[in-house]
C-alpha cells in the first residue's frame, strides 16, 4: 500500500520480481487497475482514474414529495445502486461511471421508469413523478 503525492506520483517497492496486480483508487473517483510485471529495475505506469459521476432527484407523486420510496438505478441491464427517498423525495447516487442509466421507482402510490445520461461534471436532478406516464424518455 502507497500513498501518491500532490501530483498524483508516487512510488511502490516489489518484494520480488513477478507479475503484480496494481489497484489505484482516490476519492470521488473510480478505481482502476493494471497488470504489472517487474524485473530488475523500475517500471512507470499512468493510470487514469476517471470522476465518478453523481445522480440526484426526487420522487413526486401529485407534485407532493414520496418519503421512503426505492430507487435503483441500472447500467447495462445491470443494477448498480439502490436508494430510498427522504422525507422530502429525494434521492442521490454518489459513484456513477459515465454513461447511461435507467431509474426505477416503486412504492405503494405506482411506479415510474426514467432513462438518463450521466457525464463527468454534469449534475442534472432528475424527477420521477408516479402519477406521470412510466414510459421511458
Do not use: M, N, W
Not at 513477478?18 to 478505481?31: E, M, N
Amino acid at each position: 500500500t502507497a500513498k501518491t503525492a500532490s501530483d498524483g506520483s508516487g512510488d511502490l517497492a516489489a518484494p520480488h520480481s513477478g507479475r503484480f496486480l496494481l489497484v489505484a483508487r482516490a476519492d470521488d473517483f473510480q478505481p482502476r487497475a493494471a497488470t504489472v510485471t517487474v524485473d530488475d529495475g523500475p517500471v512507470e505506469l499512468a493510470l487514469l482514474l476517471p470522476r465518478s459521476c453523481r445522480v440526484v432527484g426526487c420522487v413526486r407523486v401529485g407534485g407532493e414529495p414520496v418519503e421512503a420510496a426505492r430507487v435503483v438505478a441500472s447500467h447495462v441491464d445491470e443494477v448498480v445502486d439502490e436508494a430510498d427517498t427522504e422525507r422530502d423525495g429525494t434521492f442521490s447516487f454518489d459513484d456513477l461511471v459515465e454513461g447511461s442509466y435507467t431509474l426505477s421507482v416503486t412504492h405503494p402510490h405506482g411506479s415510474a421508469t426514467i432513462r438518463i445520461r450521466v457525464a463527468e461534471g454534469v449534475q442534472q436532478p432528475h424527477v420521477l413523478d408516479l402519477a406521470a406516464s412510466a414510459a421511458p424518455r
